[in-house]
């Protein structure tokens, strides 16, 4: 062979042999900063878990697509009575869960009468409170009967709280998760990982992906290296701070700023003294300078907010104005609560960069009008714990990433323990209409009664900041569910 030819034969072999090196490519390694407590999306309130699974290994009769649009999941199709109460899903066919076991009409039955059950743990059960009934009508045909109208239903059923999960294995779940999604769990490393692989027998469309590795990093700190190293290729929502510059000038990467719907709020105990009276919740609104925080909390990033509604949404109303920072105001409104003398109070912080970094720049505001706050650092745990469940806190910093979760101010047992007829009257009409302008009118007033009664301390609504590998496609930009859709992400040339 002349040498010419032999540098050209070395040459497509070599070349032939990146391609077919590059083509292989099939996994993929996600960077997360919370651990999951468990593995369950319909038994507990932590995001980290649906950001695992949602999509992934556990599907919907419905599901949300990364436009915020309800699509088709494991109900192919459904037709609404017109009264608008009875909805009859017929769900795909020969569905599988991951350990082989038959999906049909019963699973779905059984999904739901669990999550709404009295019994139930579903940390979103308000979502299942309109089901009257649940019929199996055969194994591919299941309807649902509403005490009422709900405009929301569809959307209802698309959170990750209402996945269908099987009785051979609903209860376990938690540390061993059985899905009828296009991966399956493969092994939780407690502390460092969870892995999920491609499940060879979904009933869709494949996913492009062989294994998905979510790596466990708790701050930024540990994960711009391995980003910069390519031990991790994605960082799906990470708040990188003073290092986001130096990613968004290196080509191998894509930067991208979305929206979520995680409202950043100080949540704050309305029934314990002294926060159970206005004048001192409405002293904290004007006391808090909202662009301070977002610089210090969200690298500058975040958007204000001034109820409890994302900015993303077509029903936004802009109510940041309602108590503009004022600390002269604030400290008014404190001597005439009989607090002249100021208040001492804790501030419970979760372990996410937001809470912990704001928490001081909140600390150090109200510090300047007359309330003292001991900050108690908490693990995820601890705070769902005692925070959550257990309402045993004075202020928090949480950001609440459920989709359109502004009823939750209605529930009686949700730890901001508020309570006020005039919105849970909004609430219940909101539920029984189905008419866009109506609702829009209804989460208008909604939004306006929370900000006038400064239930919480409205911040700012939550960016995602995506960074991954520039040669990978499919991920979200926006975050309208608090999920890590994988079903369409691949590696690209």
Known sequence: MKPWKSVLAATALAFASCTAAYAARTDIVLGV??????????????????????????????RIGSRGEVMPGLAESWTVSEDGKTYTFKLHTGVKFHDGTDFDAEDVKFSLDRARAEESTNAQKGLFAAIDTVKVVDPATVTVTLKNPQGSFLYNLGWGDAVIVAPESAETNKEKPIGTGPFKFDNW????????????DYWGEPAMLDKAEFRI?????????????????????FQLGDALPQVESDPR??????????????????????????KVRQAIAHALDRKAIIDGASGGLGVPIGSHFSPANAAYIDLTGTYPFDPAKSRELLKEAGFE???KATLKLPPVGYARDGGQIIASQLRDVGIDLEIIPVEWADWLAQVFKEKDYDLSIVSHTEPNDIDIYSRKDYYFNYDNPAFDKVIEELNLTSDDARRTELYHQAQKILADDAVNGFLFELPKIGIWD???????????????DLTKVRWVD
Request: hydrophobic letters at 45%; charged letters at 15%.
């Open 470 to 484: 520039a040669k990978v496609e499919g991920m979200w930009e926006n975050s309208p569910i608090q999920a890590n």
């Open 341 to 343: 003398n100021g208040i």
């Open 33 to 62: 900063p919370l651990e999951p407590p468990h593995l369950d999306p319909t038994a507990g309130a932590a995001a980290a878990i649906d950001e695992v699974l949602y999509a992934n290994v556990f599907e919907g009769l419905t």
């Open 217 to 237: 990093i708790p701050d930024a700190a540990a994960a711009v290296p391995a980003l910069l190293s390519g031990d991790v290729q994605v960082l799906p929502n």
């Open 253 to 278: 990467f894509k930067v991208v700023i979305g929206a979520t719907e995680g409202e950043t709020v100080l949540s704050t105990n309305n029934k314990k003294p002294p926060f159970d009276q206005l």
């Open 189 to 200: 490393a407690k502390g460092s990982s969870i892995t999920l692989v491609k499940s060879a």
